[in-house]
């Protein structure tokens, strides 16, 4: 089939050919997320996924980007894991109802499609979906010279999931003494990051030189590292377990996420000196001077996740976590109380 091609368009700035050329070098990675449900291949106007035998399906989707992390991914000339973070984004979003991760969709838009470099992120998205166990059916990259730098581009995405309806997650369950397990982060994730580029001015200082206390690391990998996935050790989980209800600790970190989830009349305590909180984070308040409460406001702080199951389920829920590669551990408990969390 003979591929479509401009000279004026070209001479606009937009290289059709590269576009192409970028689809190949990314087929490799896209094979590798392809699930049983999947009928469509790459090229189509849509993708195609068939549902499966659910009883009583009910769709679940999210929908995000990765931020000005991506800043940090330019200065580190480092371009396959903002992929993971974009799908991260998503599909931990999805599995707080229960619902199970069926396929996701990016959306790269480019000052300048280099194939090599977008192939490099959608290695990353595809990997992101083989972490979620889903699909990546389809996306879009966008050449939009004159509105994104030459050498810069923003990645967007969204997932679509399903869970049986009786299995949705009820938190009206929920009461004193249920414990709020904490699942760890593995750093920032994708979240805060005009605050931590403003604290550490990552444009001029040097991000490249290993550091003791990043654990001989260096500042831009610390940042850089991708959004842990909590897909399949939490669908473990709620098919063991009664999971009364699920946050996922992004942006607002504890005392925005946390009361989305629990119901009026109750409130998470948080006990400050049972979090983990990864030596990054130090690095940040102590650098920028940043309060304690802002903190916690602000960012995960080493928690990306939080489960709260009855006290009588919480020896076997933290197992299984466990052996599903979390290092879970128990932060704190359910309390009647019109302040929905409270961290003491």
Do not use: W
């Not at 869970?163 to 397990?181: F, H, P, Q, R, S």
């Not at 610390?222 to 842990?228: D, G, I, K, Q, V």
């Amino acid at each position: 089939m003979e591929k479509s091609f401009s000279e004026s368009y070209k001479a606009a700035g937009v290289d059709i050919t590269a576009g192409y050329k970028a689809v190949e070098l990314m087929k490799s990675h896209i094979k590798r997320t392809m699930t049983k449900g999947v009928c469509s291949d790459i090229g189509g106007f849509g993708g195609l996924f068939e549902l499966g035998k659910v009883k009583n399906p009910v769709l679940v989707s999210g929908t995000d980007g990765v931020g000005t992390k991506l800043k940090i991914a330019f200065l580190m000339d480092k371009h396959n894991t903002v992929g993971i973070d974009c799908v991260a984004m998503c599909v931990n979003d999805v599995i707080c109802c229960g619902a199970k991760p069926l396929f996701f969709l990016d959306y790269i838009a480019v000052g300048k499609n280099v194939p090599e470099r977008v192939a490099s992120i959608v290695e990353g998205v595809a990997e992101g979906c083989v972490q979620a166990g889903c699909a990546l059916i389809g996306g879009e990259t966008a050449e939009m010279p004159g509105f994104y730098p030459i050498d810069e581009y923003d990645l967007a995405g969204f997932s679509v999931g399903v869970v049986d309806k009786k299995k949705i997650l009820n938190n009206k369950t929920m009461k004193e003494g249920d414990v709020v397990i904490a699942l760890p982060s593995t750093g920032v994730h994708s979240n805060g990051f005009s605050l931590v580029r403003k604290v550490f001015d990552v444009e001029k200082a040097d991000i490249k030189t290993p550091l003791e206390a990043l654990g001989g690391k260096s500042l831009g990998e610390t940042l850089l590292t991708p959004t842990r996935i909590y897909v399949k050790p939490i669908l473990a989980l709620v098919e063991k377990v009664k999971v009364k209800a699920i946050s996922h600790i992004t942006g607002g970190g504890f005392y925005e996420n946390i009361p989305r989830s629990i119901p009026d009349g109750f409130g998470a305590k948080i006990e400050k000196n049972a979090v983990k909180i990864l030596p990054v984070f130090d690095m940040l308040a102590k650098t920028g001077g940043i309060s304690e409460r802002d903190m916690f406001n602000t960012f995960n702080m080493g928690v990306g996740m939080s489960v709260v199951v009855s006290k009588a389920d919480a020896d076997k829920a933290l197992s299984i976590l466990r052996s599903n590669g979390e290092a879970a551990y128990i932060m704190g408990e359910i309390v009647k109380s019109d302040n929905k969390i409270e961290i003491c």
